[in-house]
């Protein structure tokens, strides 16, 4: 294995691994002896030296007026390592604080500028698995034009723990879907999933993408090509909440 490249990784300079090699090598040793071997200026090595010491890697004592440095047990690193990572965990768990901090005053500033729609995409399962993650930010009860036939097979290792996860925030939705068996058998679990459903009674009525409306939000998705956009904009998605629920007031009640 190659041992500079360990410790590059490590975030060891070019000159700290040369020099911490070195002591290795010499044991204890002055600082002109280890600048002698390892060729690099005095001054240098000791600025190196110290940063090792800091690091609790290298030791240092004096015998007389004499300095010596001496290299502690390599499995120091290993501490070292552990130093590191909880150091770098505080770190970022200062500045994950800041920005939660600061988050509500970007968040004002997305809107400043622009009155205009935004519409975010999203492709693959992935991707729209991710664009349904956004519904659970529902304020309000969802409504939605959805085929659990395609939306299974679609993303079928996503439902029906997604209902679950919405029902357990208590996002009620209210559903128009086709008339088909898959529909009609989820509908046996509306209760516990928080959700009521109407049917089109008509064989034509089929379709296959799905439509969410929910906040000021309009989520598409398309699961034959794979596809999720998300549309923002509060004047189109009220005129789509419109026409839902007219449809929805046509459509008779299910029958239990």
């Given at each position: 294995m190659d041992i500079n490249k360990v410790l590059h990784n490590l975030d060891f300079t070019e000159k700290e691994t040369l020099v911490?090699?070195?002591?290795?090598?010499?044991?204890?040793?002055?600082?002109?002896?280890?600048?002698?071997?390892?060729?690099?200026?005095?001054?240098?090595?000791?600025?190196?030296?110290?940063?090792?010491?800091?690091?609790?890697?290298?030791?240092?004592y004096k015998k007389g007026q004499v300095t010596f440095f001496n290299a502690l047990d390599p499995?120091?690193?290993?501490?070292?390592?552990?130093?590191?990572?909880?150091e770098k965990t505080k770190i970022l768990e200062q500045q994950k604080k800041k920005i939660e901090a600061i988050i509500p005053e970007l968040v004002s500033l997305q809107n400043i500028y622009t009155d205009k729609p935004k519409i975010q995409f999203f492709e693959g399962e992935k991707g729209m698995r991710e664009a349904y993650?956004?519904?659970?930010?529902?304020?309000?009860?969802?409504?939605?034009?959805?085929?659990?036939?395609?939306?299974?097979?679609?993303?079928?290792?996503?439902?029906?723990?997604?209902?679950?996860?919405?029902?357990?925030?208590?996002?009620?939705?209210?559903?128009?879907?086709?008339?088909?068996?898959?529909?009609?058998?989820?509908s046996t679990h509306d209760q516990q999933e928080m959700r009521e459903i109407k049917f089109f009674q008509d064989d034509e009525d089929q379709f296959s993408p799905e439509v969410n409306l929910y906040n000021n939000k309009m989520l598409v998705v398309s699961w034959v090509e794979k596809i999720a956009v998300i549309i923002e904009s509060k004047e189109f998605v009220d005129l789509q909440k419109i026409i839902f629920n007219k449809v929805w007031n046509i459509l008779p009640k299910r029958k239990i």
């Open positions: 911490y090699l070195t002591i290795l090598e010499l044991g204890s040793a002055k600082v002109n002896e280890i600048a002698k071997k390892a060729e690099i200026n005095r001054t240098t090595v000791y600025d190196v030296l110290e940063g090792l010491v800091h690091k609790g890697l290298v030791s240092k499995k120091q690193l290993l501490s070292y390592i552990d130093r590191e990572k909880e993650e956004d519904t659970l930010n529902s304020k309000e009860m969802i409504l939605a034009y959805a085929n659990v036939k395609t939306m299974h097979k679609g993303l079928p290792n996503f439902f029906p723990e997604y209902y679950q996860r919405r029902a357990d925030k208590k996002i009620f939705i209210r559903a128009i879907s086709p008339d088909n068996k898959l529909s009609k058998e989820r």
